[in-house]
């Protein structure tokens, strides 16, 4: 199974790809992560990237398909992207890429959530610096404050979550990235969840709509 989370920036994607990659056993994959991993290791791309995600603003999509394939060569399991496709230009070389290994994507799965929800909600993330445990001071804080319940590493603010750049990050999303859905609809494998409810409860849901629809 192939599947694909789509939504605002803020809307859970990550939350649920960690829950949904453990329980459906697919190799999860989030650009973003993959972006800060190599902004901190200070590696080519990380350089390439970097002005991009401080500023809010999406890396170009050849550079973005070239670090998935480049992931993908060897992976056998079942894919779970996060923030991925981005464009309908992305979605389309990933199609191609699918076409050429025999694959497709089972789902794509919309986390339904309201702007002012997301910006609420990113002001107060808060993400493990070794794990990436994703916390929210708010909603779902740490035991022991500044530090991560699972490794007990430092949480940090994420560079792209102040204020100025959610709202551009938001702008993005709204031009870029959300003409995603009708390209989805069109393909007829689209699958809106409400993403406002407890994590466990959207988790739940999006396990109910594979369920009835992915064979
Ligand atoms: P990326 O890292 O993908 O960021 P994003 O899309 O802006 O999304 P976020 O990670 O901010 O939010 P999320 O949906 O994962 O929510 P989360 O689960 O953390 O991309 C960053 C940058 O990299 C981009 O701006 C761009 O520059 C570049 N980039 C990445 N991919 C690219 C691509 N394909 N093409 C081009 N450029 C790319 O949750 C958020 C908060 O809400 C947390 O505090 C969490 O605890 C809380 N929360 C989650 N679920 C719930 C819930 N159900 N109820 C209450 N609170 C909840
Ligand atoms: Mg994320």
Do not use: W
């Amino acid at each position: 199974m192939n599947l694909v989370l789509l939504g605002y920036p803020g809307s859970g994607k990550g939350t649920q790809a960690k829950i949904l990659s453990g329980k459906f056993s697919l190799f999860h994959i989030s650009t973003g992560d993959i972006f800060r991993e190599a902004i901190a290791a200070k590696t080519q791309i990380g350089v390439e990237v970097s002005g991009y995600l401080s500023a809010g603003r999406l890396v170009p999509d050849k550079l973005v398909l070239e670090v998935i394939k480049t992931r993908l060569a060897k992976e056998t399991r079942g894919l779970l992207f996060d923030g991925f496709p981005r464009t309908v230009d992305q979605a389309q070389g990933l199609d191609d890429y699918f076409a050429s290994r025999g694959q497709c994507i089972d789902a794509v799965v919309f986390l339904d959530v309201d702007e002012e929800s997301v910006v609420g909600r990113l002001g107060s993330r808060r993400t493990c610096s070794k794990c990436l445990k994703i916390y929210n001071l708010l909603t779902s804080p740490p035991a022991k404050e500044g530090l991560c319940d699972s490794c007990g590493a430092k949480l940090m603010l994420r560079e792209d979550d102040n204020p100025d750049v959610i709202r551009r990050r938001i702008g993005v999303y709204k031009d870029q990235t959300e003409p995603l859905a009708a390209y989805y609809k069109g393909l007829g494998n689209f699958y809106p969840v409400k993403g406002g409810q407890d994590p466990e409860i959207v988790a739940a849901e999006i396990a109910a709509v594979l369920k009835n629809n992915v064979k």
